[in-house]
């Protein structure tokens, strides 16, 4: 009995050196997410996204009403208002498809540096034809040395299959 | 009549664990229709359909799996009829799932033709894993229809159970994180805790309702594996006609599709979600042998946090394996499973030889002492071949060669039972039963029975 009681402890004492090892393991993901989601890092500041519509690319402008909604075939741009942020941050604006991949994107820079640049279109990927179907997140980010640490708008946009 | 003796006169945790199996159930169930009705309600997407639709599939396996549990505690003579009752209503619902599936998940973007294709080309996979799986038991294998059972609820249950609060998880986050990195560590926290905890439910299930099949830690590894696996083949089915609907117009759909496969039903086939639930199963297994609440609490516990470890890691820390678009890529895909998945797969199955062994030995000892009782259900001779599974083996390949396949599976039956036999006298001696001391004389009883057809073939 006491043989049998030893090597069921060694199975007891085992898995729980698996699960500190989990544990581990889980608090460098907590700290892995606090590193890329700092906290304390909102300024209250807000971007405008002034629309998303139809994209002609020979012409680079866009056309047609502001749309939620798009069939993989059509192209699409949004439309940001930089001029709606102050001049001492860095920001960018970004396409990300459903696997969160960035798509387009336009900065970084000064709101000023990017008051040229208010059309952010999302891209064919090289060699298809269509944009990939699914959601499609943009976002127009604060940047603090390169790295993204603050999301000033956001808009949602679904392409059909 | 005087009823005969229990291993554990004093134990009051048969009740108890039927009470809390009710209650897991109970929550389960009112998780599932809220799940379900709040998906319709508020996500107004073809998932919310499916999800609400899909209840009665879940009912309907939820009913066949309380009458197959009835079919094997009431009486034997009614047992044949429950069981092809409880056949009925898990064919059925599993049917109907994979309907509901094709018909308002994929109908629209994929077609219902794809979606029976994709499940099809699983199929073979799962099984073999399943196979796989129940064979790791070298000692005591599980029965078919439990680890069928657990397989079905990894597919249906748990699947439906995620639906609804992976939902609400990733909707906070895409409108409240930065998208990139740290929107990607929340997500596989959101995989790592919702899918275990669904699938561990299932594994608890099986622990507190079907004790008496439910021995050690490698019975707690072969139930969780299977839940994995069942969870696997309904998640690849999701992917692979999912990423055929996206590439299809591209020209390449069924490559995008094939890709999918291999990763989910070949590469990540005992790696993935198999390794991770069987980490529950690991520590619900040992929590079933030790002797106080606090360590069996603990037990349980830590198999989960494995588990959810386990799902983080490769989750979270896939995608920064450098994987490029050269001709390495092949090996690099499957370096990075073997990496990152690796070392949990390694430590499961260090697991796993050790319970063997533990299991072998303490059969060993109890197929000595069942011996030295000359009450002839194991005569000493046979202790040597009993307690080795290729002894065991070689005991069949010699009964197929002289007396052809019926003498394989009697002689089969016969080991079984003694096996059985030893099962139930090891965890009498520890007092982890509560079934009475008639269930072993049963047993024995048996024994002698099946040697007697055996001599007579």
Redo the contacts between chains.
């Keep these: 009995?006491s043989t049998?009681y030893d090597?069921?402890r060694?199975?007891?004492r085992?898995?729980?050196l698996?699960?500190t090892?989990?544990?581990v393991?889980?608090a460098i993901?907590v700290i892995?997410?606090a590193y890329?989601?700092p906290f304390g890092q909102s300024t209250g500041l807000t971007a405008r996204i002034v629309g998303v519509h139809v994209y002609n690319s020979d012409s680079g402008k866009v056309e047609g009403p502001d749309r939620s909604e798009f069939p993989?075939d059509v192209e699409f741009a949004a439309v940001v208002d930089w001029s709606s942020l102050p001049d001492n941050v860095v920001v960018d604006a970004?396409w990300?498809d459903n696997f969160?991949t960035v798509r387009g994107q336009v900065g970084p820079g000064t709101p000023a540096s990017l008051a040229d640049k208010t059309i952010v279109p999302v891209l064919v990927p090289e060699g298809?034809?269509?944009i990939?179907?699914?959601r499609y997140?943009l976002?127009v980010?604060r940047l603090q040395q390169d790295r993204?640490?603050?999301?000033l708008a956001?808009r949602?946009v679904r392409v059909d299959? | 009549m005087v009823a005969p003796p229990a291993a554990n006169p004093q134990s009051r945790l048969r009740p108890a664990r039927y009470w809390t199996a009710l209650t897991l159930a109970v929550l389960i169930v009112v998780a599932l229709v809220t799940s379900s009705i709040l998906n319709y309600v508020y996500l107004d997407t073809i998932s919310g359909r499916t999800s609400l639709y899909g209840l009665l599939a879940v009912a309907l396996v939820a009913f066949g799996t309380f009458i197959l549990v009835r079919a094997y505690n009431r009486d034997p003579a009614m047992r044949r009829k429950n069981l092809i009752r409880a056949a009925v209503l898990i064919g059925l619902g599993v049917l109907l799932w994979l309907l509901i599936i094709d018909v308002f998940l994929f109908t629209q973007s994929a077609g219902p033709l794809v979606a029976a294709v994709c499940a099809l080309v699983c199929l073979p996979t799962t099984a073999f894993g399943l196979v796989v799986v129940r064979r790791l038991d070298r000692n005591h294998k599980e029965p078919w229809r439990l680890v069928l059972v657990a397989a079905a609820w990894g597919a249906i249950v748990a699947t439906s159970l995620v639906v609804w609060g992976e939902t609400l998880w990733q909707s906070t986050a895409q409108h409240a994180l930065v998208p990139g990195p740290g929107l990607d560590t929340s997500l596989a926290f959101m995989a790592g805790i919702l899918e275990e905890l669904s699938k561990g439910a299932a594994v608890l299930l099986l622990f507190l309702v079907m004790r008496n099949e439910f021995d050690d830690v490698v019975d707690g590894i072969v139930y969780g594996a299977a839940i994995g696996l069942g969870f696997n083949f309904l998640e690849s089915i999701s992917y692979m006609t999912n990423v055929y609907a996206i590439f299809a117009p591209e020209g390449f759909g069924t490559a995008a599709a094939a890709i999918q496969w291999y990763f989910r039903q070949v590469l990540g086939l005992f790696f993935g979600h198999a390794t991770y639930t069987a980490f529950i199963g690991a520590g619900v297994g040992i929590a079933r042998q030790l002797p106080n609440m606090r360590q069996k609490v603990l037990a349980i516990v830590a198999g989960f946090v494995v588990a959810i470890a386990g799902h983080f890691a490769w989750d979270a820390w896939a995608a920064l394996f450098p994987v490029d678009t050269t001709v390495f890529v092949i090996v690099e895909i499957h370096l990075r499973t073997l990496i990152l998945s690796g070392p949990f797969t390694a430590a499961l199955l260090a697991l796993l030889i050790f319970g063997i062994r533990y299991e072998g030995q303490n059969l060993r000892d109890q197929l000595q002492k069942e011996a030295a009782t000359a009450q002839g259900a194991i005569l000493p001779e046979e202790v040597a071949v009993l307690a080795s599974p290729w002894q065991r083996l070689k005991q069949r390949l010699q009964a197929l060669s002289r007396q052809g396949v019926r003498a394989y599976f009697r002689v089969s039956q016969l080991q079984t039972a003694q096996l059985d036999l030893a099962m139930e006298r090891w965890h009498r001696e520890r007092k982890e039963i509560d079934t009475p001391l008639e269930a072993e004389q049963k047993l024995r009883e048996r024994v002698i029975q099946l040697r007697h057809w055996v001599a007579a073939a």
Excluded: D, K, S
Excluded at chain 1, 148 to 151: D, K, L, M, Y
């Design positions: 009995m049998t090597q069921l060694v199975l007891y085992t898995v729980l698996f699960a090892v989990g544990l393991i889980l993901g892995q997410f890329f989601e993989r970004r990300y969160g298809y034809h269509f990939l179907p699914g997140t976002v980010e993204a640490v603050e999301v956001r949602f299959r």
